[in-house]
């Protein structure tokens, strides 16, 4: 037999009836778990937020940015397409058309329905020709209606997006150069 020595025996036996107390002490509390305090999901809620706010901001400026280019590449298409009609024919287009319709002859260029769709930036596709101070234009008319309560509001993003426009496209100016503000809701490019 293997002798003990008894301040040994007092540690084995008071081990031996701990595991008992502890299982009775454990069994009586709640086990709490980690978790995460109110401060630090409000703290990952803002920085959420933020994100998704730089986000929009960025998806915003993009769309503008889309909107400009394919409402310059398809100004430069259709002065492109004048163009070419001045040179089959020896003239430009001399029927100014409303706004929003193709002027007859340049059907071979232009599809009618691109034309007489809105603009990207809105507004209505426009000819004009012998009139406002050149022989020839083409660009956009964006009308509003008087009465309408946003009609400034309409009429200032307008001037804002013809500003940016005339900016890329231009000289910057909105009354001089290639690009013309004819009145404060068309805009053209002049061909002649």
Known sequence: MQYIHPHNQRTLGS????????????ASKPRLRPAYTLVEVL???????????????????AVRSAERTAFAENLRQYANAAQMYRLKTGAWPRTPAA????????????????????????????????????????????????????????RMRWASRVQNIDNELDDGNPDTGNMRLVDDSTYYMILK
């Open 43 to 61: 703290t990952v809620l803002v920085i959420l937020g933020l994100l998704v706010t730089l986000a929009m901001v960025g998806l915003q400026w």
């Open 99 to 154: 706004p929003g319709q193709l002027p007859p002859g340049l059907e071979e260029w232009i599809d009618p329905g691109d034309w007489n769709d809105q603009t990207p930036l809105g507004g209505n596709w426009s000819y004009e020709f012998g009139g406002s101070g050149f022989t020839a234009g083409i660009g956009v008319s964006f009308q509003t209606d008087g009465d309408d309560d946003n009609a400034d509001v309409k």
């Open 15 to 26: 081990t031996l009836a701990r595991p008992h107390h502890r299982r009775a002490r454990a």
